[in-house]
């Protein structure tokens, strides 16, 4: 998957250069394997992958895509996947293209290396619950048929 031209330039070749160590540095990691047999590691963050998330953010919002689910995707949820991603790491169009259960397993495994990267998402999304479920059903009107 990583064979892709328009594929971000990967941080892991840029942090090993870098750091030696890299492999006894980062105790928490999780591999995830994927149906057709490609493979990727989560990392745990650090300062480079911060920056990195940080980068990708930035550019999501410099160049918008057009279609509003596409964008939000990209700058939520592909921005953290990526940052922290090594191995076969799919583009943001193959990521949206995989199949529910598939990326179910990536994301999955980006919020238990890093539980606290999706808090404020999950605390929106329970209390949009909460306030739906406070909600009284409406009365269906009478229609003037029956």
Not at 34 to 59: P, W
Not at 131 to 141: G, L
Request: charged share 35%.
């Amino acid at each position: 998957m990583t064979d892709k031209p328009d594929h971000p330039d990967p941080w892991l070749p840029r942090w090993k250069s870098e750091n030696p160590f890299f492999e006894n540095s980062m105790l928490n990691r999780e591999k995830v394997k994927f149906r057709d047999g490609s493979a990727l590691i989560v990392y745990e963050e650090n300062q480079i992958i911060a920056e990195y998330i940080l980068e990708l953010e930035q550019e999501a919002d410099a160049n918008p895509h057009t279609d509003a689910a596409r964008q939000l995707f990209r700058k939520v949820f592909y921005s953290k996947l990526i940052a922290c991603s090594a191995g076969d790491v799919p583009t943001d169009e193959q990521a949206r293209m995989m199949p529910a259960v598939e990326l179910n397993k990536w994301i999955e495994a980006v919020r238990r290396i890093n539980p606290d990267w999706f808090v404020n998402l999950d605390n929106a999304l329970s209390k949009m619950t909460e306030d739906e479920k406070k909600r009284k059903p409406r009365k269906r009107r009478k229609s003037g048929n029956g």
